[in-house]
C-alpha cells in the first residue's frame, strides 16, 4: 500500500492546446508541457533530475524529453508501458523515486497526436498474433469494441440504460461548454445522445472520448521543497494501482476476467481509502478516467460512491454535475475536453484544488480524487490543497 | 499501407492444436494433465500449478452467451463493411472456460444474456473459425 501520505507534492501543472491536428512533432508537445509544468512551480527546468511517462499508442520517450529540455542530469528517466491505466501509476512512481533517493524534482507528462498521428484502433494492419489470434478474426478489434462487452454485462447484470450511460456524456459536455481549453464545447441534450449512431452496440457515438493531440505534465517533489514554490503545494494524500485476477495479456485478454461488470476500482478501492487516510464521503470533485461512459459507473460502484449496481440510478439523480453531491469530470473529460489517457484529469485536480478552475471551480474543493482505468487495472489518488 | 485484410490467426506452438481441432472440426481446449486445470488461450504451462504437461480434450460445443456486442461501424471498412452488423460474443462453454466468437444464425437484435448456443465451424478466407449459433435447451 501506498505509505507516503503527504510527503509529496504537484506544484506546476503545465499543457499544450488539445487539438486535432498539433502540426509538430509529439516530442515537441511533451516539450512544451514540461517546460510550462517547471514554470509552473517556478523551478529551473535544469535542475529537474527525474522524468517519467507512460505509453501505449504515439508517445515521446522520456529520455528524449530529458534531452530536448536540455536537462543535464536526468537520473531516473523511465518509460512505463500503459495506456489509461497509468496516469497516476507515475505520479505514484515519481513519489517513490524521490523516496528511495533517486531523484529530488521529477517531471511527470504524457504526450501523444492520438488524432492527427497513432490513432488507437484504427489506421494499422491487423496481425492475428498471440491473443489477438482468438479475437480479431472474428471482427472483435478496437477498442470500443472491446470495452462495449464490459458495458453490456452491467446492462445485463443491472438493467443499466441508455439515459444513465448518456448522463455521463451530457454531464460531461455540459461542464465542457465552460472549458476554453475543451475540444468539443457544443452543448449536447439528452435527445442529442439518443440519437446519436451506434458504433458498436451498446455504444452510441457520443458513449465513445475524443481522439486528441495535446500533452500535459505535471512536476512533483517533496513537501518540504514544495513549501518555497511559486504556487500553494497540491499534496498526494494516496494512492493506488492494480486490479484483479486474470488479467490477461491486453485488454482483449481480458476473458478470463472474474466479471465484467466490475472493473479494476472494485479491487483497489481499500488500498486507495486507507493509503488517504478519507473516504469517498470526503471527497469534493473527482475525475474520474471516462474513456468510455460505462468506465464512470463501474468506477463510482467499484471505489464505494454509491452501491454495485447502483451507478446508473447514482448519475441519473444528477449527483455527478457540478452542482451535484459528487462533481465529476469538471473539465469535460476525456468525452469533452480532450484525450490524453487520463492525465487531463490530474491537471484538472490540481486547478480545482489551487481554486484556479473558473466557472467550473468547485466551491471549497480541499479533497480530490483522480482515477485512470476503465478495464482490469488501473490507478488512483487522492490530493488535498 | 497495404490494403487492409481479414485477420487470420497465426498458429503458434500453444495454439497450434486449437486451429488444427477446428479444421477437423472439434473444439479442442487444453487441459493441464498434473492438475486436470482447463485452459483457454492455450499457454505452455498450468496458471494453478505450473506444470508445463498438457493434454487436450474435445469440447462438447455448447455454451451460454456471457457477454455480446454489435458491430455497426466496421473497422477496417474494407473488411467488414460487408458483415455489419454482426454480433461478437464472449460464449462460457459447458466445460468453463470462456471463448470470443460470433455468434450467427439470428438476427443480431435477438441475441439474449445466457442464451443456449452451439458451435459451427465456419470457412472464412480459407481459414475455419468455431462460430456459435442458438440452441434447443
Excluded at chain 1, 486490479?243 to 495479456?249: A, W
Amino acid at each position: 500500500m501506498f505509505a507516503l501520505r503527504d510527503k509529496y507534492a504537484i506544484t506546476g501543472v503545465g499543457e499544450t492546446p488539445y487539438t486535432k491536428n498539433s502540426g509538430t512533432p509529439v516530442l515537441n508537445l511533451a516539450v512544451e508541457a514540461c517546460l510550462k509544468a517547471a514554470a509552473d512551480a517556478g523551478v529551473d527546468v535544469k535542475d529537474v533530475d527525474g522524468i517519467i511517462s507512460y505509453n501505449f499508442n504515439d508517445s515521446a520517450p522520456a529520455i528524449g524529453v530529458a534531452t530536448a529540455l536540455g536537462i543535464p542530469s536526468a537520473g531516473y528517466a523511465v518509460d512505463f508501458a500503459g495506456g489509461g491505466n497509468a496516469a497516476n501509476l507515475i505520479t505514484l512512481a515519481a513519489c517513490a523515486a524521490i523516496e528511495a533517493g533517486l531523484a529530488k524534482t521529477v517531471l511527470c507528462f504524457r504526450a501523444m497526436n492520438g488524432r492527427s498521428g497513432f490513432r488507437l484502433g484504427g489506421g494499422r494492419e491487423f496481425q492475428a498474433r498471440g491473443i489477438t489470434q482468438y479475437t480479431a478474426p472474428f471482427g472483435w478489434i478496437t477498442y470500443p469494441q472491446a470495452m462495449a462487452m464490459w458495458c453490456r454485462r452491467h446492462i445485463i447484470k443491472y438493467g443499466t440504460t441508455a439515459e444513465q450511460l448518456g448522463e455521463v456524456a451530457v454531464s460531461s459536455r455540459d461542464n465542457a461548454t465552460l472549458n476554453p481549453r475543451a475540444m468539443q464545447r457544443s452543448p449536447m441534450t439528452m435527445d442529442d445522445y439518443l440519437a446519436s449512431r451506434f458504433i458498436v452496440e451498446p455504444f452510441r457515438l457520443y458513449d465513445i472520448c475524443l481522439e486528441s493531440d495535446g500533452a500535459c505534465a505535471v512536476l512533483i517533489t517533496s513537501a518540504d521543497r514544495a513549501k518555497d514554490m511559486k504556487h500553494k503545494p497540491v499534496y498526494i494524500m494516496g494512492g493506488a494501482y492494480g486490479g484483479g485476477p486474470n488479467q490477461g495479456d491486453d485488454l482483449f485478454d481480458a476473458i478470463r476476467w472474474p466479471e465484467h461488470s466490475r472493473n479494476y476500482a472494485a479491487y483497489i478501492a481499500d488500498d486507495l481509502w486507507k493509503s488517504a487516510g478519507v473516504g469517498p464521503s470526503d471527497i469534493d470533485v473527482a475525475e474520474i478516467y471516462d474513456c468510455f461512459t460505462y468506465s464512470v459507473l463501474m468506477q463510482l460502484e467499484g471505489l464505494g460512491f454509491c452501491k454495485e449496481g447502483e451507478g446508473g440510478p447514482f448519475v441519473q439523480s444528477g449527483a455527478i454535475r457540478r452542482n451535484g453531491s459528487l462533481p465529476v469530470n469538471t473539465h469535460g473529460g476525456l468525452l469533452s475536453e480532450a484525450y490524453i489517457h487520463g492525465f487531463n484529469h490530474v491537471l484538472e485536480a490540481v486547478r480545482q484544488l489551487r481554486g484556479d478552475a473558473g466557472p467550473l471551480q468547485v466551491k471549497d474543493a480541499e479533497i480530490a480524487l483522480t482515477t485512470a482505468g476503465a478495464m482490469t487495472c488501473g490507478s488512483a489518488m487522492v490530493l488535498r490543497r | 499501407m497495404n490494403e487492409p485484410t481479414r485477420p487470420t490467426p497465426v498458429p503458434d506452438q500453444d495454439s497450434a492444436p486449437f486451429w488444427e481441432g477446428c479444421r477437423e472440426h472439434r473444439l479442442r481446449i487444453q487441459k493441464c494433465a498434473s492438475c486436470g486445470t482447463l485452459r483457454f488461450p492455450a499457454r505452455r504451462h498450468c496458471a494453478a500449478c505450473g506444470s508445463d504437461e498438457s493434454t487436450w480434450t474435445d469440447a462438447s460445443g455448447k455454451g451460454n452467451v456471457y457477454s455480446w456486442i454489435v458491430v455497426n461501424h466496421p473497422v477496417p471498412r474494407e473488411v467488414f463493411a460487408a458483415e455489419v452488423p454482426y454480433v461478437v460474443a464472449l460464449v462460457n462453454l459447458e466445460e468453463g472456460v470462456r471463448m470470443p466468437t460470433n455468434i450467427v444464425g439470428i438476427p443480431p437484435d435477438q441475441v439474449k444474456a445466457d442464451m443456449p448456443v452451439e458451435v459451427l465451424f465456419a470457412e472464412v478466407d480459407g481459414m475455419v473459425l468455431p462460430k456459435f449459433r442458438p440452441r434447443a435447451e
